[in-house]
T-cell receptor, first 111, second 112 residues
Framework: TQLLEQSPQFLSIQEGENLTVYCNSSSVFSSLQWYRQEPGEGPVLLVTVVTGGEVKKLKRLTFQFGDARKDSSLHITAAQPGDTGLYLC???????????FGGGTRLMVKP | NAGVTQTPKFRILKIGQSMTLQCTQDMNHNYMYWYRQDPGMGLKLIYYSVGAGITDKGEVPNGYNVSRSTTEDFPLRLELAAPSQTSVYFCASQEGQNTEAFFGQGTRLTVV
């Protein structure tokens, strides 16, 4: 089993602050994905990173894949209340046929 | 395009009862997954399949069984329900390696 550990588990911040969420493993992944989940819904894909060292930006969100393809980070600039939700990282094994998730980071952004 | 459809949405089972959670997708995806999500937690992989006739165990397969007789359907079977199986169950599908996973709306199961 390829375990993904996310930190922090919970984060409560004020609107306008910056934050970083981490996703770490001792295993190498063929790709890392970040999903966001709203209450009562299934997760929805934010981004996929596949190359070690890759950085992708999605408006105020910046995603990075570690050089060794074992870890990833999600940075949010100037957080807004609409960013509130559960953020999940997910990794595909080297065969690309098994998608496992981290424990999630629950983010609350207060106005 | 319906995407991934799960039924039922809610179910209450008594200890020892059996049930099948249904999952069907209309995107012709090869990869399908079953996860469980406990309150406030991430998703734990129960079983997965890379195509019809092929299934593999995930992180927490005990107490569950699956089958994949067609590309579209991937039912999850609970044989002897236990309180520890109280959770929200999500089915997902992917076209292939490193592609977006699409999720159903989930099935909320309570075992009493």
């Amino acid at each position: 089993t390829q375990l993904l550990e996310q930190s922090p588990q919970f984060l409560s911040i004020q609107e306008g602050e910056n934050l970083t969420v981490y996703c770490n493993s001792s295993s190498v992944f063929s790709s890392l994905q970040w999903y966001r989940q709203e209450p009562g819904e299934g997760p929805v894909l934010l981004v996929t990173v596949v190359t070690g060292g890759e950085v992708k930006k999605l408006k105020r969100l910046t995603f990075q894949f570690g050089d060794a393809r074992k870890d990833s980070s999600l940075h949010i600039t100037a957080a807004q209340p609409g960013d509130t939700g559960l953020y999940l990282c997910a990794g595909s094994n080297n065969a690309g046929n098994m998608l496992t998730f981290g424990g999630g980071t629950r983010l609350m952004v207060k106005p | 395009n319906a995407g991934v459809t799960q039924t039922p949405k809610f179910r209450i089972l008594k200890i020892g009862q059996s049930m099948t959670l249904q999952c069907t997708q209309d995107m012709n995806h090869n990869y399908m997954y079953w996860y469980r999500q406990d309150p406030g937690m991430g998703l734990k992989l129960i079983y997965y399949s890379v195509g019809a006739g092929i299934t593999d165990k995930g992180e927490v397969p005990n107490g569950y069984n699956v089958s994949r007789s067609t590309t579209e359907d991937f039912p999850l079977r609970l044989e002897l329900a236990a309180p520890s199986q109280t959770s929200v169950y999500f089915c997902a599908s992917q076209e292939g390696q490193n592609t977006e996973a699409f999720f159903g709306q989930g099935t909320r199961l309570t075992v009493v």
